[in-house]
């Protein structure tokens, strides 16, 4: 399966001197738009000189810039497709429903592993766990359910864990209780829901680190995140798969208990003697 620019400057972007790494940066805040302009005008966006950004596109293993620019513009096609296009797809040459749909969905769950580091995973569990601050979330329309599944989790682990639902001004209501020490976990995914974009903006201008669940072509959201999950949803279907997104949630339900065993136990025994 091919990898998305994204998950080439996810997997690479470690190794990449300073000027490539915000070239990376850049990209990633202005996905995919900045990487169609010119070599010189993402030059000039990312503060570095324009062989730098030709050494960041060779680093991502792109044969030059025009083909680095097709890769882009494939993925801006693939982002925009609605599922009534997707239902005019031809059905797999292999025969059968189920077959194909679990070869998709497991395949999607090890790509969307495999651009996932240790570190990464590591640092949003030591964020989800701070007990100095709380923790919000929140989804789209299909992506909702995830939010909701991760808060029950959470709360029952930990206190000031909300789930936010009903419409955006309930949502934009909580953001006076937000701040610097909390976290925000947003799943959205193509087509990106607009309401969360400005609420996301809005959370960041307060100072609230955002978690991202998101598939490979990148919400909107990514620029003002301080961590994006970029898992792979596509799938011999109209519709998007959230299951690779759904396994890395419970990843890190199992971490964040994990981290807070003592407290989580004795938070658990204490809920179990009220019911």
């Known amino acids: 399966m ?3 620019i994204a998950e080439l400057i996810s997997d690479r972007i470690g190794t990449m001197p300073a000027g490539e790494r915000r070239a990376a940066q850049t990209l990633i805040a202005n996905y995919p738009l900045i990487g169609l302009k010119t070599v010189a005008e993402f030059s000039a966006a990312a503060g570095v000189s324009s062989p730098t950004i030709l050494r960041f596109v060779a ?14 513009q494939d993925e801006l096609a693939a982002q925009l497709q609605s599922p009534a296009s997707r239902t005019l797809n031809p059905s797999s040459p292999n025969g059968g429903a189920v077959s194909p749909m679990l070869e998709a969905t497991l395949d999607n769950m090890r790509e969307t592993f495999r651009h996932l580091s240790d570190k990464q995973l590591a640092d949003i569990v ?22 909701r599944y991760m808060a029950a989790h959470l709360a029952i682990i930990q206190p000031n ?27 959205d995914i193509r087509r990106y829901q607009d309401s969360l974009v400005r609420f996301a903006e809005t959370a960041h ?7 991202l669940f998101t598939d490979q072509w990148l919400s909107p959201i990514a620029r003002f995140a301080r961590h ?16 690779a997104l759904f396994v890395v949630a419970e990843t890190l339900i199992g971490a964040v208990t994990r ?8 938070r658990i025994r204490e809920l179990e003697s009220l019911r």
Not at 135 to 144: H, M, P, Y
């Open 59 to 72: 680093r991502l293993g792109l044969q030059n810039y025009p083909e680095f620019q097709s890769a882009l």
């Open 259 to 266: 981290q807070l065993e003592a407290d989580g136990a004795k």
């Open 205 to 211: 201008q307060r100072g609230v680190q955002i978690v």
């Open 2 to 4: 091919i990898s998305s």
């Open 161 to 187: 864990v909300f789930h936010l639902a009903g419409q955006e001004s309930v949502w934009r209501d909580r953001l006076i209780d937000m701040g610097k020490r909390d976290v925000l976990v947003i799943f």
């Open 228 to 243: 994006v999950i970029a898992g792979r949803t596509a799938v011999p279907s109209a519709w998007d798969s959230s299951a």
């Open 126 to 147: 030591a964020k989800l766990a701070d007990r100095r601050g709380k923790t919000f979330l929140i989804g789209g329309r299909f992506t909702d359910p995830l939010a």
